[in-house]
């Protein structure tokens, strides 16, 4: 027997065991065939039997129908911006759809370099997709070093234009970094009477930097006991994005009095503790009281129209409040021979601490010369300093003349600006004592 193929394009014998070969009853024998077209197209051909004679014993049709599957990439190319080295991006997706006529067997995924870029889950090497459906491709894009990079993505099939290819980029950029600003970093309370609650005051803590903040916790590290905190942070752990922000509260209620301090502490991951640091003065309204460490000062002889060197007064805070004075003044029998340097007038002196006031003698005429020095605080206390000298004159006379006083802040007259004052009122001095003289002849 023998056989062959009417038509054989697409088609072909393979394997077959009745060439040759001499069949008796009941025997058989097995022509096998192959269809590999090579377009889309039907094709028809018959297999024809024949024996030794050339006579034709049998025939059977083949029929096949030729089908080819085609690919459509979406996208054919990826720019995955930029991204920091410290973190891979995010899979981005190609979608690999057959929109052929027959099955898309996809062989191989790959990467051509590989170093920067990265595969995902893919769903195209599973299965055979048919006609209509489609797989897809994850990508993945974590630069190890700052710069711009590129790769290939390439598909192998078995349709035509095998294989197809992804074009990616991406830019390596730094590390994201959080970082932690603060509207302030310290908070004055001031002066807040014993168990009165402040007004609140205020810190806006902001994500000034380029990664997201994960705040883990604030607290008062200190202070428990006179400052309390609020915050719109949390529940922690609490992330911030990139720009956003959260306000703390603090008031202050003092438990006793004098300077009470407090601390905030605030922690997130990957960063130094930030801190803002609290301050206040607790008192008790009303309970103001001072002391001077002399109550008279006696400046003995000296002559007239000169000046002698300052005999110093301390005042001491000894109260339960910031002591304010509410006037400090001469007075007495000859106050315009007296002249003082003060440095308690100006600003509230906190509890225990001190001030000083230095007082001068410049006899204006003969005699024994007397003058007051009273202080007033706030709460309407008075306290004395009584001031005694002796002026001594050439010819005894009285050179007095009309009344007035000099009293010298210190925080406005400089060593050598008060050396000039001083000479200033010797001279003056000098010059009423010449026109007293010249009145009494």
Request: charged share 15%; aromatic share 8%; proline share 6%.
């Amino acid at each position: 027997f023998g056989s062959f193929l009417t038509h054989p394009f697409g088609f072909s014998r393979d394997g077959q065991d009745c060439s040759h070969k001499l069949l008796t009853n009941n025997n058989d024998c097995q022509i096998f065939g192959t269809f590999s077209p090579n377009r889309r197209a039907f094709y028809h051909t018959h297999l024809v039997v024949v024996g030794t004679s050339r006579e034709i014993f049998d025939f059977a049709s083949w029929i096949g129908r030729g089908v080819r599957p085609k690919v459509d990439i979406d996208p054919t190319s990826i720019d995955f911006g930029e991204q920091p080295t410290d973190m891979p991006s995010g899979p981005q997706s190609v979608n690999v759809q057959n929109v052929g006529t027959g099955p898309l067997i996809v062989s191989n995924v790959s990467l051509v370099d590989g170093t920067e870029f990265s595969l995902g889950n893919e769903t195209c090497t599973a299965a055979p997709v048919d006609p209509g459906n489609s797989c897809n491709i994850e990508v993945i894009f974590g630069p190890s070093m700052i710069g711009n990079f590129t790769d290939t993505l390439q598909i192998t099939d078995n349709a035509q234009d095998s294989p197809q290819e992804v074009a990616l980029e991406g830019e390596g950029i730094a590390p994201l970094m959080p970082a932690i600003t603060l509207s302030a970093s310290e908070l004055d309370f001031d002066l807040q009477a014993v168990g009165v609650a402040s007004a609140p005051m205020d810190v806006i803590l902001t994500n000034s930097g380029t990664g997201d903040l994960d705040l883990t916790g604030i607290s008062l590290s200190s202070g428990g006991s006179d400052y309390s905190q609020s915050n719109d942070c949390g529940p922690f752990p609490a992330t911030l994005m990139p720009g956003e922000f959260c306000t703390i509260s603090n008031t202050f209620t003092p438990t006793a009095i004098g300077e009470l301090l407090g601390d905030v502490t605030i922690t997130a991951t990957g960063l130094s503790d930030e801190h803002i640091a609290l301050e206040g003065i607790g008192f008790i309204p009303g309970s103001g009281d001072f002391s001077l460490s002399v109550n008279n000062l006696d400046f003995g002889e000296f002559n007239v129209g000169e000046q002698t060197g300052p005999q110093t007064v301390t005042v001491t805070n000894t109260g339960s409040e910031p002591l304010n004075f509410a006037s400090i003044v001469f007075g007495g029998n000859d106050p315009s021979s007296f002249s003082m340097i003060d440095e308690c007038g100006d600003d509230p002196l906190p509890i225990g601490d001190t001030c000083i006031i230095e007082v001068f003698f410049g006899p204006q005429e003969d005699g024994t010369l007397t003058a007051t020095i009273t202080l007033t605080d706030q709460n309407g206390q008075v306290q004395t300093i009584t001031l005694n000298g002796i002026g001594i004159g050439t010819g005894g006379g009285d050179v007095g003349g009309g009344g007035g006083f000099c009293a010298l802040r210190k925080d406005s007259v400089s060593s050598g600006g008060a050396i000039t004052s001083m000479l200033a009122i010797g001279f003056m001095l000098m010059a009423w004592t010449i026109r007293r003289r010249i009145t009494r002849a």
